[in-house]
């Protein structure tokens, strides 16, 4: 009994999901790209299938065999289904951190490397094929594509350099959108005879891009959004399966943007934005399903575009494959020409890091066509307003060009990496490797003696084993050169690179604690990306400057500290003050693994002066979080220990899951406890998911009571002064006010330093100081422009309102005239919190208070000409 209908579609795909699974293998043995022999079986399968047809032998295969031929997906619907998935994933599995510093790269192969490839293969067919110019170009369009599957299944099995993997992984995310946004433009002037106006046309492709962009980062930072609120894994997931197609139809269908570029950007956002948004075993989760995902439509692609390969080669005569033998030619010209004559261009211009010549001549080598190629010949062969000749001539050439380009470039792909030596480790990698071998084999060599000896071997047993380790321990420190392969600033900046590496590996470790903030996660994996990032380009410099940008307040804090300031909204800047804190808290905590990774993991394999460098590093980086997290926990203790305390907790219970976990691997307790324990704990650590209130007026009255200043203040006035009183977090360096402002207001200094220079002398104001109480006085303008030297906290007070103060509590004014005798007299040094005994500089407290003298004593700074 034949089988058909539905019946036969789903025999076929399982039977090619067969194919898939033992080519794989066989592909492995025969060191032959998977993605080549996924072709040749493809086209076996198509012949076999035509042969069956016309057979009367093979009847009861007749059904199977239609299916195969006649499968009910036309081009349109083969790019739908898997062309999303395809480039989706692509974008999930990219560093998109490390890729930004290749966009130029990426951007010349992806776009402007298919523009041109499309004019020189359709000018070079032009005077050959006898068919219009436009059809020659629109030939050149669909094998302009290239297909990066087999380039990067081979660089990743023959251990590639990654920056070469990663540049043919980058192209292909836009690509397949440069060339369908040309076809798309010169198809219809085949089948409507429609004249192209090239600025229209370049107006169009740029809105497209640039349209598409914006669509798919929108839509995937609102897919992110939903992720969080959901908290869910499954549902998480899911929403990653239903992302890439929302956005290609959406932009594709509806807005009129190109598909490909949305979901790419919808998958980068997801990539960059993932791991801190959902909870680390989801996000691996996430990843493996995709990529097992993918490789089902990447494999069923390729075969079933490879089946149609005999159906699109009927009637194919000798000069065809002349002119294949042209267009094949042209392609590989083109593509050299971009990259040998362009890619130093973006060197010279430092627009891209250089590319060196074993990379170029692997890329041009490399550019392979596949299924993207073949679809697209399948849509003009199967539009009704394209002429036979056309759909003839476009079906043949192109699908002979990517068997040219499989079964030439992809079976010879694999030896030329090898003959270039671009399997090989980089210098540096390669005496790491030497250095952590000979320390590594050592230890585990006394491992293996411990618990022989443990476990009662025989020293015959043993001996052979424990010599082996000790032999190749002796070889690899023999030809270890560490020392002399890389110099002291080499290794300090590996050792930086390794830190923040950890660092980002013990925060996403750290986030699966639930009860955490997702945006404080994200801040501070984001930090320690780019502290990777700026190490590896600029050294200590780079790392350095990277983590100052994390303590630095960010935008959306300055933007809630305006709101609180001029419009009186608190909860904006309460929001982000619990952020912060708990930001602050996590780092510390971190910083203190860091340190002990540091001291037993990295000196031993750096050496002990690489250490000492390194943690003088982190010590300042550490002092300047402390001093952070110091001035916040002075005004807010009570949240201070709240946030600890909740912390705590927090690590206490998933200590609690892992002994449990330990407790049933070992079969100490049954699966019916286990749950049952896990349940009780699910409970507690959902009571801890709800944010805690953080009250940002906490303490100020009461820091207004002890302050010298407003000593004598009645409790009444002290209150009402409390609550029309804002606050001000300031950083290092941030500018209170600039020379020759109008100070508009007072700033009382609760903790914390900051520094102006006025007549060729430093001022210095700490802990208990006024900041322009003279200048609001008498409506002086600022004399020197005034600096935070420290983190402070900072009470900001208007000028109206102190003016009215000191009229109606006169004691104010003379309070401030004893501090300034006091100082003067040597009696009150300048200090970072209140209370403390540290003197800051020698004489910098006489001039602290100049600014805060009566009118008489100081004279009046002159106006600045207007």
């Known amino acids: 009994m034949a089988v058909t209908g ?41 012949s076999l299938a035509d042969v069956a047809l016309r057979s009367s032998h093979t009847s009861a295969f007749n059904g199977i065999a239609e299916a195969l031929l006649d499968f009910p997906l ?35 192969l992806a776009v402007v490397a298919v523009v041109i490839a499309t004019a020189t293969i359709g000018f070079a067919l032009y005077p050959f094929a006898q068919m219009p110019l436009v059809v020659c170009l629109l030939l050149g369009s669909i094998v302009a594509t290239t297909d990066p599957s087999a380039v990067a299944g081979i660089f990743r099995d023959i251990g590639a350099a990654t920056r070469l993997t990663r540049l043919v992984e980058g192209e292909a995310l836009l690509n397949d959108a440069a060339a369908i946004s040309i076809f798309s433009i010169l198809l219809p002037s085949v089948t409507l005879h429609k004249a192209i106006h090239l600025g229209d046309a370049l107006i169009s492709f740029v809105v497209s891009f640039v349209g598409a962009l914006i669509v798919g980062v929108v839509v995937g930072r609102l897919t992110l959004v939903m992720m969080s609120a959901i908290a869910s894994s499954a549902a998480e997931i899911t929403l990653t399966v239903a992302l890439p197609y929302v956005v290609y139809i959406l932009s594709d269908e509806i807005l009129g943007v190109s598909g490909v570029v949305a979901t790419a950007a919808a998958g980068l956002t997801l990539s960059v934005y993932g791991p801190s948004t959902i909870r680390p075993q989801t996000w691996l989760f996430l990843n493996q399903l995709w990529q097992q995902l993918v490789f089902w439509a990447g494999s069923l692609v390729f075969v079933l575009a490879s089946m149609l390969v005999p ?3 009927v009637g194919m005569t000798r000069w065809d494959w002349v002119l294949i033998l042209i267009a094949s030619v042209a392609g590989l010209a083109a593509r050299a020409a971009v990259v040998f004559g362009m890619l130093p261009l973006l060197a010279w211009t430092r627009l891209s890091p250089p590319v060196p010549t074993p990379f170029k001549v692997t890329m041009v080598w490399g550019g392979l066509r596949g299924a993207i190629t073949l679809a697209l010949a399948l849509a003009v062969t199967e539009n009704e307003h394209v002429s036979t000749p056309v759909a003839h001539f476009i079906g043949i050439i192109a699908t002979g060009f990517v068997l040219i380009t499989l079964l030439v470039n992809g079976t010879t792909l694999r030896s030329l990496v090898l003959f270039l030596k671009l399997d090989r480790l980089s210098p540096i990698d390669e005496a790491m490797r ?48 560490f020392d002399r392969a890389l110099s002291d600033i080499q290794r300090v900046n590996l050792a930086l690179i390794t830190i923040a590496s950890q660092e980002r590996s013990m925060l996403l470790d750290l986030f699966r604690m639930q009860g955490l903030s997702r945006r404080v996660m994200e ?70 693994s860091l340190t002990r990774f540091m001291h037993e993991r990295l000196e031993p394999t750096l050496g002990s002066r690489i250490g000492e460098i390194v943690a003088e590093v982190l010590s300042r980086q550490r002092k300047l979080l402390d001093e952070a997290l110091e001035t916040l926990r002075l005004h807010y203790h009570g949240y201070a220990e709240a946030l600890e305390n909740r912390i705590f907790r927090q690590i206490a219970l998933r200590l609690e899951s892992e002994e ?15 749950r049952e324990l896990l349940k ?43 609550t029309t009183t804002s606050l001000r977090f300031v950083a290092p360096q941030e500018v209170i006010c600039r020379k020759g402002r109008k100070m508009g207001a007072i700033y009382f200094i609760s903790a914390g330093l900051a520094e102006s220079h006025v007549a060729g002398a430093d001022v210095l104001y700490g802990a208990g100081d006024l900041i322009g109480a003279q200048e609001a006085l008498h409506g002086w303008r600022c004399p020197g422009t005034i600096r935070a030297v420290q983190f402070g906290h900072f009470m900001v007070i208007t000028a109206s309102r102190f003016q009215r103060l000191i009229e109606d509590y006169p004691v104010v004014l003379e309070n401030i005239q004893n501090i300034l005798r006091k100082r003067e007299a040597g009696e009150r040094p300048i200090a970072l919190l209140p209370g403390a005994n540290r003197k800051v500089e020698d004489d910098a407290g006489k001039d602290a208070l100049m600014l805060l003298a009566p009118k008489s004593q100081v004279p009046p700074p002159s106006e600045p000409k207007e």
């Open 660 to 674: 449990y976990t330990t407790l049933l691997s070992e079969s100490l307790i049954s699966d019916e406890l286990s």
């Open 311 to 313: 159906r699109l080669l």
């Open 6 to 46: 539905l019946a036969a579609v789903l025999l076929v795909i399982a039977l090619l999901l067969v194919v898939v699974s033992t080519v794989q293998p066989i592909a492995r043995k025969l060191e032959l790209s998977e993605t080549v022999l996924l072709a040749i079986v493809g086209i076996i399968i198509g």
């Open 434 to 481: 030497h250095q952590v071998l000979s320390i590594g084999l050592g230890n585990v060599c006394n491992r293996a003696k411990e618990l022989g000896d443990e476990l009662g071997f025989s020293a015959d047993a043993t001996r052979s084993v424990v010599d082996h380790l000790e032999r190749r321990a002796e070889e690899e420190q023999a030809a270890n050169e």
């Open 680 to 722: 009780e704990l699910e409970r507690r650590r959902h009571r801890l998911i709800k944010r805690m209130s953080f009250d940002l007026r906490s303490g100020i009255e009461d820091r207004l009571k002890h302050a010298a200043i407003f000593k004598g203040l009645p409790g009444a006035e002290l209150h009402d002064l409390a």
């Open 523 to 592: 801040t501070l994996l984001r930090s320690s990306e780019a502290a990777i990032d700026g190490a590896r380009l600029e050294g200590r410099l780079g790392y350095v400057r990277a983590l100052r940008k994390r303590l630095s307040p960010s935008l959306r804090f300055k933007a809630a500290q305006w709101v609180h300031n001029h419009l009186r909204l608190d909860r904006p800047l309460m929001l982000c003050m619990a952020e912060r804190f708990e930001m602050l808290m996590v780092a510390h905590f971190i910083s203190i």
């Open 74 to 108: 036309n081009s349109e619907e083969f790019l739908l289904i898997f062309l999303p998935a395809l480039v989706f994933q692509g974008a999930l599995a990219i560093d998109v951190r490390r890729l930004a510093h290749e966009t130029g790269t990426v951007l010349l």
